[in-house]
């Protein structure tokens, strides 16, 4: 359901840290999650058979 967000996430990093929003470690911290949630739910959206 909110699969865009993942994506998104990753290319506006950058300009979260250039712009002061975001330290660097508290970036990799998200990234981290971010990727985490991904591979977590990833295998799960694959053993269910319903399609979106």
Sequence with gaps: MHTLGRFIFAPL???FI???M???QQGAQLA???YAG???GEPEKLGDSHPM
């Design 32 to 34: 981290t999650l971010n």
């Design 38 to 40: 991904y591979m977590v």
């Design 13 to 15: 990093l950058p300009y």
């Design 22 to 24: 975001l330290t660097a």
């Design 18 to 20: 250039n712009d002061g």
